[in-house]
């Protein structure tokens, strides 16, 4: 793939967005990870969430950078999907990519002139990924290594087949993707990113580059370590994500009976959590909160049928879920 371009001026701009809340931890690393890409034409836009510690003097440090950083601070803490949406209101009106680089992951040097160059390649493609490394391992993402370009349906059904990793924190995406009269990230639930790339491939293809581009680092004070691990969230995500977006992959019929199939693997599931773990009711009321806040709720019906639901999947007299999140 080519990625020697001619002048700044003749490419499109991108923003890279990073929220940052008490980052000073590996914020430096971060942003060095931006002032080092060999794409020209870059802006950094910093969403500072009413940091306390040493990150606004680390924020100044590369104020001179070869890559413009432009800084917006909140006096006041936001949640933090409020703040990432305070960070998609600051990109610039004439930029025509961008992409959300967490406060403690890194791009590779090439990251942005690569994505980029595939995402040019079509004007469809309203999103680009890349294989990442996390915590030193380079998980396959499963995509075809002889196909870089995936109309969005397509790329959607491989996705919940478990054919195709969509990993939210690590994609570009077309600016003209964004709705402006919704919020971008859903203020719902944890995996806000890639229910935002999910969505994008409801009108836009799916570029992908077969390379190890961005480090995801995994650590003691992530979301995902103290919220999605303990309270198992990941089962409440794929909930959302088969609502919303299982029809637009599979179509109507089949869509809905993906659906039912999941609703009683996930109240099975629930249950069993609630009986067997040791913060099994906390789990419960976690998820029956978040369920709430989609209109949906587990009744004595649903109770039944998901414990009914083994014995059933046994006799050949309904499907079994068939794969993550088991």
């Known amino acids: 793939m ?42 950094h836009i910093v969403i500072n969430n009413a ?46 990519w ?25 004007p469809e493609i309203g999103l680009v990924g890349c294989k990442r490394d996390i915590n030193g391992a380079i998980h396959d993402p499963l995509w075809p290594k002889d196909q870089s370009v995936f109309d969005g349906k397509t790329a959607l059904k491989r996705f919940f087949e478990n054919k195709g990793m969509i990993m939210g924190p690590h994609v570009l995406i077309r600016t003209a993707a964004i709705d402006k009269q919704t919020p971008f990230y859903d203020l719902v639930e944890n995996a806000a990113d890639t229910d935002a790339a999910l969505r994008v491939l409801t009108d ?27 309270m198992k969230l990941h089962l409440f995500d794929w909930y959302l994500f088969l609502h919303r977006y299982a029809e637009a992959a599979f179509g109507p019929v089949a869509g809905k009976a993906m659906q039912a199939r999941y609703w009683r693997h996930y109240v099975r599931r629930l249950i069993n959590l609630r009986r067997n773990e040791p913060l099994g009711r906390k789990i ?4 029956a909160e978040r369920l709430g806040r989609l209109g949906a709720t587990i009744g004595p019906t649903d109770f039944i049928s998901a414990t009914l639901d083994k ?12 794969a993550y999140p088991w």
């Open 204 to 230: 836009w293809k799916m570029g992908f580059v077969h390379e190890h581009l961005a480090f995801t680092r995994v650590h003691d004070t992530t979301v995902t370590e103290l919220e999605v691990s303990p």
């Open 284 to 287: 419960w009321d976690t998820h």
């Open 98 to 122: 961008f992409r959300t680089l967490c406060a403690d992951d890194t791009i590779h040097p090439d990251a942005i002139a690569k994505t980029v160059a595939l995402g040019e390649s079509d």
């Open 2 to 43: 080519n990625t020697a371009f001619p002048t700044e001026t003749d490419l499109p701009k991108v923003a890279v967005l990073t929220p940052v809340y008490n980052g000073e931890t590996y914020l430096r690393e971060t942003l060095q990870s931006v002032q080092d890409q060999t794409y020209p034409n870059l802006i």
């Open 311 to 322: 014995g059933l999947i046994r006799v050949g007299l309904r499907d079994d879920w068939y």
């Open 51 to 96: 940091s306390t510690d040493a990150t606004a003097d680390i924020l100044a440090d590369f104020a001179n950078g070869a890559v413009p950083i432009h800084t917006v601070r909140h006096a006041d803490l936001l949640p933090q999907m409020e703040n990432w949406n305070s960070a998609i209101d600051a990109i610039p009106d004439d930029a025509i």
